[in-house]
């Protein structure tokens, strides 16, 4: 089994910052990506950041300049969304994703929610 367990959510004004993180545990060995995803009411979920297990990193447009995703240092099954200059418009239901290098499909944690705010 896979758990992925999740963070740092919470209310915040436009400009604040939130830090999320996410743990993973279980059976886990050979993790390809891990990433955050996040879904709006109404909206389709998007990806938000992802790194790859050699630490390529990948941002949504919208949010370039104002995430960092990061592993921690300690421990790599854990990741962090460091969330800068934040808008109404982030606000949304965040998840954490993996997926595995020779596993099908993904896993999600729970979810935490990030409200902005104006």
């Known amino acids: 089994q896979v758990q992925l367990v999740e963070s740092g959510g919470g209310l915040v004004q436009t400009g604040g910052s939130l830090r999320l993180s996410c743990a993973a545990s279980?059976?886990?060995?050979?993790?390809?990506?891990m990433g955050w995803y996040r879904q709006a009411p109404g909206n389709q979920r998007e990806l938000v950041a992802r790194?790859?297990?050699?630490?390529?990193?990948?941002y949504v447009e919208s949010v370039k300049g104002r995430f960092t995703i990061s592993r921690d240092n300690a421990n790599r099954n854990t990741v962090y969304l460091q969330m800068n200059s934040l808008k109404p418009e982030d606000t949304a239901v965040y998840y954490c994703?993996?997926?595995?290098?020779?596993?099908?499909?993904?896993?999600w944690g729970q979810g935490t929610q990030v409200t902005v705010s104006s």
């Open positions: 994703n993996l997926k595995f290098r020779f596993r099908a499909g993904d896993y």
């Open positions: 279980g059976n886990i060995f050979n993790i390809n990506v």
């Open positions: 790194i790859t297990s050699g630490d390529n990193i990948d």
